[in-house]
Nanobody, 121 residues
């Protein structure tokens, strides 16, 4: 069982930056691949970024590539999402999730409660 708690969301102007954090409980954090997802009002949840167990491999949605960076600190049981050059269309609730597999078709077993990111124009 893994419990995930996101933090770091807020209101930021377009062009600004935010760093989201996701703290995980349990001693098996390093055995999970981690992902970030987001859901904007009236839209389906979409994939943002994922990172492998060791942090040595990452991949991103095309919409955030070059602007967002996912990273993890297994000693702190935490995964991060650094978001730069934010755009109004990045406004959404952001969720972190844990998966026992790493890859584009992975299913995620555990989810956090989400943190709101609002980008003003």
């Amino acid at each position: 069982q893994v419990q995930l708690v996101e933090s770091g969301g807020g209101l930021v102007q377009a062009g600004g930056s935010l760093r989201l954090s996701c703290a995980a409980s349990g001693r098996t954090f390093s055995s999970y691949a981690m992902g970030w997802f987001r859901q904007a009002p009236g839209k389906e949840r979409e994939f943002v970024a994922a990172i492998s167990w060791s942090g040595g491999s990452t991949y991103y949605a095309d919409s955030v590539k070059g602007r967002f960076t996912i990273s993890r600190d297994n000693a702190k049981n935490t995964v991060y999402l650094q978001m730069n050059s934010l755009k109004p269309e990045d406004t959404a609730v952001y969720y972190c999730a844990a998966s026992s597999r790493y890859g584009p078709t992975s299913e995620y077993d555990y989810w956090g409660q989400g943190t709101q990111v609002t980008v003003s124009s």
